[in-house]
């Protein structure tokens, strides 16, 4: 059973650019979380993904958006890319949308200069 | 006010001390308590969930949630070096989907 992944594992960008991060969740699981750490913080939620749609996002503005694939992996955009989104972004999977556990993945570290 | 609240630490501890780390919350809609831990530049990794209060035991790991105080702890009996890590509460309620709200995390340090 292969666990979550998340590639790059860093990346380094410039203040207005965009990014892509993906993510292959894990075996058997079929919704897809992602959440930004910034240094010192727990995790704040950005969004889910179940069936290919969102179903439930945080306190995040839309320059944050998303995919779900059929096998799926997943995608975490960022446009127009501000020094206070340099942090760590997390991918999580689980094997349904309602009260399921979670398991993460080691993580994107972004950093935006 | 943030919803959940935990003292960053650094905790330092000696090898084979009991170890006990807390959180408070102020939603009480928040009905499912999870540990996770996570070691530096890595991802958060699952260590207890839980649902009900009261305590609940896996090997060296006890998770006790209160729901009337609205407070939730882990103990780690027979510290260890490789203990050495963050330590992140986190809970979420019924119907929220997989949207988990986190503490800040517990820096914990066990010394040889």
């Known amino acids: 059973e292969t666990g979550v992944t998340q590639s790059p594992t860093h990346l380094i960008k410039t203040r207005g650019q965009q990014v892509t991060l993906r993510c292959s969740s894990q075996?058997?699981?079929?919704?897809v979380s992602w959440y930004q750490q910034a240094l010192g913080q727990g995790p704040q939620f950005i969004f889910q993904y179940y069936r290919e749609e969102e179903n439930g996002r945080g306190n995040f503005p839309p320059r944050f958006s998303g995919l779900q694939f059929p096998n799926y992996s997943s995608e975490l955009n960022v446009n127009a890319l501000e020094l206070d989104d340099s942090a760590l972004y997390l991918c999580?999977?689980?094997?349904?949308?309602?009260?399921?556990?979670?398991?993460f993945g080691s993580g994107t570290q972004l950093s935006v200069l | 006010q943030k919803e959940v609240e935990q003292d960053p630490g650094p905790l330092s501890v000696p090898e084979g001390a009991i170890v006990s780390l807390n959180c408070t919350y102020s939603n009480s809609a928040f009905q499912y308590f999870m540990w996770y831990r996570q070691y530096s530049r890595k991802g958060p990794e699952l260590l207890m969930y839980t649902y009900s209060s009261g305590n609940k035991e896996d090997g060296r790991f006890t998770a006790q949630v209160d729901k009337s105080s609205k407070y939730i702890s882990l103990f780690i009996r027979d510290s260890q070096p490789s203990d050495s890590a963050t330590y992140l509460c986190a809970m979420k309620w019924t119907g929220g989907g997989n949207k988990l709200t986190f503490g800040t995390g517990t820096q914990l340090k066990v010394e040889l």
């Open positions: 999580a999977s689980s094997s349904g949308q309602l009260n399921e556990k979670l398991f």
């Open positions: 075996s058997g699981h079929n919704t």
